[in-house]
C-alpha cells in the first residue's frame, strides 16, 4: 500500500447522543478517484470535516503519504495537501477570481508591502487553465454563475499544485448538484486531466456519476463504511442496496398505528413554484395523513417546505387551506392558516434555547394565555406541565431553560408548542436529525399522535426509509419538479429502489 | 448557575462597595438628605435608560435618545407658554415619532438600528435647532409651578423626581416582567429567528420598543427641562454615553435576551455615585466621559461570554 496518498485508520468521532462515525477505515491512493456514497447522516459529513481539519477523530489515525498527521483546521488541511471544494460554495463574490484563488496566501505576492497584482493575476490565469476556465483573472465573482464559481473553486484547490511538493487529494462535495449536464462532462474531463497529479474524492447522490467517474466507491452507512466496491464491478442497484441496508422495521416506525387519510383536504397546492427551487408542485393534503417528500439536496424539496411554512414566497401557483385560496407573506400567515413548521435548525427556528420549557411552549399562542394583558403565569404552568407529561418530556420542571434538555426533549417542546397554538398542519424538517435511535422512536410514535388526533403531516425525513415508514402517501422530487407519487398504505410499502429510481 | 447569579448580584455589590468608598471620603454622602438628593439627580439619566433596556434588551440600539430628549425640552419650553399643560404630551409625541421612525427604517429597509437610529439622531438634533431657534428657551417660574410640579416638587419629603423614576420604574417592570410584550422582547433578543418562526410578528414588538425608548427620552428631556427651568437643543449632550453605560453596567447583555429595569436603576446609580466620587476627587467634568467609556467597555467585557461570538463587526 505504499501508493496511498491519504489513509483514514479506525476513525470515530461521536456528538451528543449520535456516534457519527463509528471505526471507519477508508484509503486513497495516487491517481484514483474515489467515490463516497451514502444517504444524509451515514457520516459522509463528518468524514470530510475530519479530513478538512473542522472536526478531530475521538479515535484513530489520519495518514498523508503513509505519516500521520494531526489536522487541526482547514488550513492545516490545505498545508498537508488536503483540498476541500464545498458544496455551499466558498467564493467570496465581492473579490476577484484571482483574488479568490490566492485568498489567506497574499503574503506570496508581496512587493513592497503591496499586493503585486499583476503577479497575482498571472499565477491565477495559470490555474484557470487547468480547469479550462477562459475567464479573466481580474473579474469579480459577482458575475460569474453558480458553475464558474465552482470552477474557480475547484481552481483554488488545484493552487496547492504549485504550493507544495507531496500529493495533493481533492475532496469535491456535490460538485454536480449544480451543474448542467454540459458542465458535468467539463468536470469530468478536468478530474480525468487531473489524476496525473492529484487523487480525487468524489462525493454525490448521483450514483450514474459516481459510477461514470471513480475508479473504487466506498458505501458508508450509519457512520459505518459497509462497502468498498471497485465502479468497474458496480451498478446502481447494487449500490442502493449497499446504502439502504436494512430491511424495512414495520413497528420501527409504528405502522400498526399509520390511519388511513380522512375525506377532508385540508392544504392544497396547485402548481406551486419558486424560481430557482422547485415548479409546478400540485398536491392535496388530508386530515390525518402524512405526506412524505422525498429527494436529494438540490431537489428543491427543502425549499419548498420553506414556502409552504411562509418563510419565503412562491412565485407562481396557489395555495388553498380548507378551501380558501391564501397568500403566506411570512411565517405569522403561516400560523395564523394553522401552518407550523418543525425546522431542521431546531436551535434556530424551533426554540429559544434560552426561554424555559413553558415559554417555548406557549410562544405561538401566547394571547391565550394573557388576560387584560398580563401574562396568566398558573395557566401557563398548567398547560405546559399537561403537554410535559403527555408527551413524556424529561425536564426537572417546566421552568427549565430549553437549552438544557436533550436534542429528542426539545423536539418535543416544538411539537408541544404547535400542539398548544392548534395548529392543523405540521411540516417536519428532519424532525430526526441529531438525536439518538431511542428518541427517533419517540417522535415516531408523536407523529402517529398528530395524526390520530386529526392532524396532518408534510415529513421531510432524515432518511429515505423513514419517509417509507412514517408516510401514506410520497412525493418524489428531482431537480425542482415531481417526478412520481407512491401511495405507502399499512403494509403495502413501496421499495426504496422503485423510489430512489425517481430521485437520482 | 453559580456565575448567573453572580452576574445578577454584582452590579448591587458594586453600587454598594462604590458608596461606602465615597462615604468614607466624605461623611457628608451618607446621609438621607444627600442620598434622596443623589438619587434625584440620578432620575432624568435613568428614565432615559430604562426606555433604552428595552432596545438593548432585543439585541439593537437607539443612538438618538440624548438627541430626543433635546428635542423634547425644546418643544416642551416653545409651547408650554401658549398651550400650557398639553406642551408635556407633545413634548412626549415628539419622542415616539422619533423613536418609531427610527423603527420602521430598520425593520422596512433593513437597516441596522445603530444606523437608522445614527440618522435619526442627526434628524431629531436639527428639529430641535429649529423649534428653539438655536437658542436656550427660559421657562418663567410661573408656568414651572404651573404645569411642571409634578417634577420640581416634592411629596412626604422625596423629590417629585424620584417618585417619577420608581413609578416608571415599577410600570417598565411591569410591563417587561409581566406581559406578552415583555415575553416577546426576551425572546427576540434570544433567538429572533425562532420567534419570527413562531407566528409573531416581531416588527411589532421592534416598533414598540423603540416607541417606548423615544417616550422615555422624551420624558427624561421634559424631566431635564423641569429642572433646570429651560429647555435647550444641547441640553441632553454628554447623556448618550451615561445612558448605554447605565444600561450594561446593570447587567443587561448587550447582545440582547437577557435584562431587566431595576437592574438600569442600579446601573444609573452606579454611573451617579462614580460621578459624584470623581467631582469629589477633582476630576475634571470633561474627563469623566474618558470614565464612562472605559466602564461602559468594561462592563460589556464582564458581562458578555464572548467566546462563543464568531465575528465581532
Known amino acids: 500500500m505504499s501508493d496511498a496518498v491519504l489513509e483514514v485508520e479506525h476513525v470515530s468521532k461521536a456528538f451528543p447522543g449520535v456516534k457519527a462515525l463509528d471505526d471507519v477505515s477508508f484509503r486513497v491512493n495516487r491517481g484514483e478517484v474515489i467515490g463516497l456514497i451514502g444517504e444524509n447522516g451515514a457520516g459522509k459529513s463528518t468524514l470530510l470535516k475530519i479530513l478538512n481539519g473542522v472536526y478531530q477523530p475521538d479515535a484513530g489515525a489520519v495518514k498523508v503519504d503513509g505519516r500521520p498527521v494531526r489536522l487541526l483546521s482547514p488550513r ?429 | 448557575m453559580a456565575r448567573i447569579d453572580l452576574q445578577a448580584w454584582l452590579p448591587i455589590l458594586v453600587l454598594a462597595a462604590l458608596v461606602a468608598v465615597v462615604s468614607l471620603y466624605d461623611p457628608g454622602f451618607f446621609t438621607i438628605a444627600n442620598l434622596l438628593e443623589i438619587t434625584a439627580n440620578t432620575m432624568t439619566l435613568f428614565l432615559m435608560a430604562a426606555g433604552l433596556t428595552f432596545v438593548i434588551m432585543i439585541g439593537s440600539i437607539d443612538l438618538s435618545v440624548q438627541s430626543v430628549a433635546s428635542m423634547a425640552s425644546c418643544i416642551l419650553a416653545v409651547f408650554l407658554p401658549t398651550l400650557g399643560l398639553a406642551a408635556i404630551p407633545l413634548a412626549l409625541l415628539g419622542g415616539v415619532v422619533a423613536g418609531a421612525l427610527g423603527a420602521l427604517i430598520s425593520t422596512r429597509l433593513r437597516i441596522p438600528t445603530f444606523i437608522a437610529t445614527l440618522a435619526i439622531s442627526g434628524v431629531v438634533l436639527s428639529a430641535g435647532f429649529w423649534i428653539s431657534n438655536a437658542q436656550s428657551i427660559a421657562i418663567t417660574a410661573e408656568a414651572r409651578d404651573a404645569w411642571l410640579g409634578w417634577v420640581t416638587g416634592a411629596f412626604l419629603g422625596v423629590p417629585n423626581e424620584i417618585w417619577v423614576g420608581l413609578v416608571a420604574l415599577a410600570g417598565l417592570s411591569a410591563l417587561l416582567q409581566l406581559t406578552p410584550f415583555g415575553r416577546l422582547i426576551r425572546g427576540v433578543g434570544a433567538q429572533e429567528q425562532a420567534v419570527i418562526a413562531s407566528g409573531v410578528r416581531v416588527e411589532r414588538v421592534k416598533l414598540w420598543a423603540f416607541v417606548i425608548s423615544g417616550f422615555m427620552a422624551a420624558l427624561a428631556g421634559v424631566t431635564m427641562a423641569g429642572r433646570l427651568g429651560s429647555g435647550s437643543p444641547t441640553l441632553a449632550n454628554e447623556f448618550l454615553l451615561p445612558a448605554v453605560a447605565a444600561v450594561v453596567v446593570g447587567g443587561t447583555a448587550i447582545t440582547g435576551g437577557v435584562g431587566s429595569i431595576w437592574r438600569t436603576f442600579v446601573g444609573a446609580l452606579i454611573i451617579q455615585v462614580v460621578r459624584i466620587g470623581m467631582t469629589f476627587m477633582g476630576v475634571s467634568v470633561f474627563v469623566q466621559q474618558i470614565i464612562f467609556g472605559i466602564l461602559l467597555i468594561a462592563a460589556v467585557a464582564a458581562t458578555m461570554d464572548r467566546s462563543k461570538i464568531l465575528v465581532v463587526k
Open chain 1, 76 to 504: 492545516q488541511a490545505f498545508d498537508s495537501g488536503i483540498a476541500m471544494v464545498f458544496q455551499e460554495q466558498s467564493v467570496l463574490s465581492t473579490l476577484t477570481v484571482a483574488e479568490n484563488i490566492f485568498l489567506g496566501r497574499e503574503q506570496e505576492f508581496l512587493r513592497w508591502g503591496l499586493i503585486d497584482k499583476r503577479r497575482m493575476n498571472a499565477a491565477a490565469a495559470v490555474e484557470l487553465k487547468k480547469v479550462h476556465l477562459d475567464i479573466g483573472p481580474a473579474t469579480p465573482c459577482a458575475r460569474l454563475t453558480f458553475a464558474e464559481r465552482q470552477m474557480v473553486e475547484i481552481a483554488k484547490a488545484l493552487s496547492l499544485d504549485s504550493r507544495i511538493a507531496s500529493d495533493i487529494t481533492i475532496l469535491l462535495d456535490e460538485p454536480t448538484s449544480v451543474l448542467e449536464s454540459r458542465e458535468v462532462e467539463l468536470l469530468f474531463s478536468i478530474i480525468r486531466d487531473l489524476k496525473a497529479r492529484a487523487s480525487i474524492v468524489f462525493i454525490s447522490h448521483r450514483l450514474e456519476e459516481v459510477l461514470a467517474i471513480c475508479d473504487r466507491i466506498y458505501v458508508m452507512r450509519d457512520g459505518k463504511v459497509v462497502a468498498e466496491v471497485p465502479a468497474a464491478e458496480a451498478t446502481v442497484h447494487a449500490l442502493h442496496t449497499h446504502m439502504v441496508g436494512r430491511q424495512l422495521h414495520h413497528e420501527y416506525y409504528r405502522e400498526q398505528r399509520q390511519s388511513p387519510p380522512g375525506d377532508e383536504v385540508i392544504l392544497r397546492a396547485d402548481g406551486l413554484g419558486k424560481a430557482g427551487a422547485f415548479r409546478d408542485v400540485s398536491f392535496e393534503l388530508r386530515a390525518g395523513e402524512v405526506l412524505g417528500i422525498a429527494g436529494v439536496i438540490g431537489s428543491g424539496r427543502e425549499e419548498l417546505a420553506r414556502v409552504l411554512a411562509g418563510h419565503a414566497a412562491p412565485d407562481a401557483g396557489a395555495l388553498t387551506v380548507h378551501g380558501r385560496p391564501v397568500r403566506l407573506a411570512g411565517a405569522s400567515d403561516a400560523v395564523a392558516n394553522g401552518i407550523g413548521l418543525v425546522p431542521a435548525e431546531r436551535k434556530v427556528e424551533g426554540l429559544v434555547a434560552q426561554f424555559s420549557v413553558a415559554e417555548n411552549m406557549t410562544l405561538s399562542a401566547l394571547g391565550r394565555f394573557a388576560s387584560r394583558g398580563v401574562i396568566r403565569f398558573a395557566a401557563e404552568r398548567a398547560e405546559a406541565a399537561r403537554w410535559v407529561e403527555r408527551l413524556h418530556v424529561r425536564t426537572p420542571s417546566t421552568a427549565a431553560m430549553t437549552g438544557g434538555l436533550s436534542g429528542g426533549n426539545q423536539q418535543k417542546v416544538v411539537l408541544a408548542k404547535w400542539r398548544i397554538a392548534g395548529v392543523e398542519v405540521l411540516i417536519l424538517d428532519h424532525p430526526t436529525r441529531g438525536i439518538d435511535v431511542g428518541a427517533k422512536e419517540d417522535v415516531y410514535e408523536l407523529v402517529r399522535d398528530i395524526t390520530a388526533d386529526g392532524l396532518a403531516v408534510i415529513l421531510l425525513g432524515d432518511t429515505l426509509d423513514e419517509v417509507i415508514g412514517l408516510s401514506s402517501r410520497i412525493l418524489v422530487m428531482r431537480d425542482g419538479a415531481v417526478t412520481a407519487t407512491f401511495d405507502a398504505p399499512a403494509g403495502g410499502k413501496p421499495e426504496q429502489v422503485r423510489i430512489l429510481e425517481h430521485m437520482v
